[in-house]
């Protein structure tokens, strides 16, 4: 997206999480300040590279490497695309740090949501969703109070499985679950959509974004991606965002906020498009969807063991260790263990809390994988 736009913006750090060779490549076209890497040993190879090059990018390792990057003198935006909760200092201080931030993340709203907005209220910040659905919400909600919301719809894709039987769910390969039938996007996203927890995930996401209840926020499978989503007044009157289905769109947005730049991309023709369907989701087919509601609804850390016992799961799921619809019979597991060894414990919401729950969810998921789950293979 700034390659379209070399004079609207400039890059002053970038960052990764191992994939230094991608990186090399983005540091000689943007030519930043800095750059952080996640993997400390990564980080090590890429200053050596970089001093046999004429870039002047200094190599900044792990994640307070990010943190330190993320608060730069002279960022005033900054971007948290890198999945996973490692980003969560690097987040807090840019917005300890006044910058705008822009953020794809959806694991650190689900988990740390409430502290990450807290902190943006405090210090003043203004966090925009990347997230092609919350920016189509945000986009929706303009000039409007929150209270004038009757109902948010969030839309799904559904992926590739939403009209299978749940007999045919159970023979799904890896191969099959990692292709998307409108977007390209990385593994776990791509089984995150398919088991539709991806939608439950966002569903978390935008009653934390927007201060939204649980109640109100419905989801439909709309096949193809045309409508990213629709508010719903209490006047009765619904707000949709349309758009082709292009990541590059709600990316440009959020970075152009409150302007609007002319678009270089595919431009979504309604009488080309053909039908705009909407699908009621089977909650008994994808119970994913029905645990993030319930992990939203009982609040405190529950949201967090919910992301961390899913991560897992799907990461059991892609190294063949589990089936397909073992992924949310391991997350109800963890979901339900965590109410029997806990008390008063799980509804607060302090930092040192949830990364206690967030570890406690990891290993309680590896247990349950490798006592009841392994496939029978
Ligand atoms: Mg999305």
Known sequence: MIRGFPGEFSVYALSCRHNTDLLLGQI?????EAVAVLDPVKAKYLAK????SKSRARVYPGAEGLARIACARWVDTVVGALAGVESLAAILSAIRGKKEIALANKELIVGFGEIIMAEARKSGVRILPLDSELSAIFQCMQGKDAGEIERVILTASGGPFYKLSSNKLKNITVSDALRHPVWKMGKKITVDSATLMNKGLE?????????????KIDVLIHPGSAVHSIVR????????????????????????????????YRVLELSNWGKLEFIRPDFKK????????????????????????????????????????DIPKVIKKVMDNYLRTTHDARRT???????????WAREEARRVIETGFKSRL
């Open 349 to 359: 919401t302090m930092l040192k809390r949830l990364l206690q729950a967030d570890r």
């Open 28 to 32: 000689e076209e943007f030519r930043p």
């Open 203 to 215: 569903v978390i996401e935008t009653s934390r974004f927007f201060g939204i209840p649980q109640e």
């Open 49 to 52: 590279r970089l001093s046999r």
């Open 233 to 264: 007044f209490v006047d009765g009157t619904s707000l949709a965002q349309i758009a082709y289905p292009d990541m590059r769109i709600p990316i440009q947005f959020a970075l152009s906020f409150p302007h609007r730049l002319k678009t270089r």
């Open 286 to 325: 994808f119970p994913c969807l029905a645990y993030a509601r319930s992990a939203l609804k009982e609040g405190g850390c529950m949201p967090a063991v919910l992301n961390a016992g899913d991560e897992e799961a799907v990461e059991a799921f892609l190294s063949g260790m589990i089936g397909f619809t």
